[in-house]
């Protein structure tokens, strides 16, 4: 059974840094789309970022294109979202998904592990 756990999460104030970690075990890492998602109080789950089995392909929602990273060490079987410049709008619950699919995907529908998020807040 896959499993990913989350961690990194925090406050932080406008403008700071954060880097999320998400550690997969249980199955083989390094043949997963990996995606970042996050989820506002009171709002549904909205795509953030994903990146493909080797990390040569990622994309990013518009939202924090420019400002976050994806990427992965298939030898620690980690994904990481580095975010940066960050802002209020930004504070959610943020969650790993994965899915053995050979295409880019940012429905939630696509991706059949989750993680349990980790909460990031952003101060103004």
């Known amino acids: 059974q896959v499993q990913l756990v989350e961690s990194g999460g925090g406050l932080v104030q406008a403008g700071g840094s954060l880097r999320l970690s998400c550690a997969c075990s249980g199955g083989t890492f390094s043949t997963y789309l990996m995606g970042w998602f996050r989820q506002a109080p009171g709002k549904e789950r909205e795509f953030i970022a994903h990146i493909s089995w080797r990390g040569g392909v990622t994309d990013y929602a518009d939202s924090v294109k420019g400002r976050f990273t994806i990427s992965r060490d298939n030898a620690k079987n980690t994904v990481y979202l580095q975010m940066n410049s960050l802002k209020p709008e930004d504070t959610a619950v943020y969650y790993c998904?994965?899915?053995?699919?050979?295409?880019?995907?940012?429905?939630?529908?696509?991706?059949?592990?989750w993680g349990q998020g980790t909460q990031v807040t952003v101060s103004s």
């Open positions: 998904a994965a899915n053995r699919i050979p295409r880019p995907a940012r429905q939630m529908n696509d991706y059949a592990y």
